[in-house]
């Protein structure tokens, strides 16, 4: 059965100080895995797409990797503006739209 | 402007009234969803549509209908309301540009059912 799992539930950090989500998946064969943020009472705003094993994409201060189990969302010297929560979703190869399965998210917190 | 829009953003409502979400979105996507969200549940797929002559149910279509009017709208309506129906409510859409359904989100409605 296609899973998805965040870790962990909630991270608190300071200010500066760097640190990563996990997003361990299990699918049969990957199509795309998804990463996306989420304020409070808003919508999911889509961060980054990944494809296959080894590809990296980053944007700010945010950088997300996929290795064939998981991908991590590494943050590098947050700000207190990073503070949401961060979902990851993968799509299997031979599934359609209906089928992406979405993790319960990771609740970042950023201490100034 | 925001590329997908929702109306109404909050909307308290009553046991047994029809109630209307609507979609409308500017990304020129023919790819179109519904989901809710509730807390510890995650996000869940209610209907989606492909295109304007294609509609399906989701993973939880009990209690609710949908209309696709045109590419650019998706309503969702709830022909009548019931208190766990209380939830956050997505619109999404996506195309296939990279191989991978990449879905964009609306603002969501914050819908109440007392």
């Known amino acids: 059965e296609d899973q998805v799992t965040q870790s962990p539930e909630a991270l608190r950090l300071q200010e500066g100080e760097s640190s990563s989500l996990n997003c361990s998946y299990t699918v049969s064969g990957l199509r795309g895995l998804f990463w996306y943020r989420q304020d409070p009472g808003k919508g999911p705003e889509f961060l980054f797409t990944?494809?296959?094993a080894g590809e990296e994409k980053e944007k700010e201060r945010l950088k997300a990797t996929l290795t064939k189990k998981e991908s991590f969302l590494h943050i590098t010297a947050p700000k207190p503006e990073d503070s949401a929560t961060y979902l990851c979703a993968v799509q299997a190869r031979y599934s359609s739209a209906s089928k992406i399965i979405f993790g319960s998210g990771t609740r970042l917190s950023i201490r100034p | 402007d925001a590329d997908v829009t929702q109306t109404p953003r909050n909307r308290i409502t009553k046991t047994g009234k029809r109630i209307m979400l609507e979609c409308s979105q500017t990304?020129?996507?023919?790819?179109m969803y519904w989901y809710r969200q509730d807390p510890g549940l995650g996000l869940r797929l209610i209907y989606y549509?492909?295109?304007?002559?294609?509609?399906n149910k989701g993973e939880i279509s009990d209690g609710y209908s949908v209309s696709r009017q045109a590419q650019a709208k998706f309503s969702l309506s709830l022909e009548s309301a019931i208190p766990n129906q209380t939830a956050l409510y997505f619109c999404a859409t996506s195309d296939l540009a990279g191989e991978a359904d990449t879905q964009y989100f609306g603002p969501g409605t914050r819908l109440t059912v007392l």
């Open positions: 990944l494809y296959s």
């Open positions: 990304k020129g996507h023919d790819r």
């Open positions: 549509s492909f295109d304007v002559k294609d509609i």
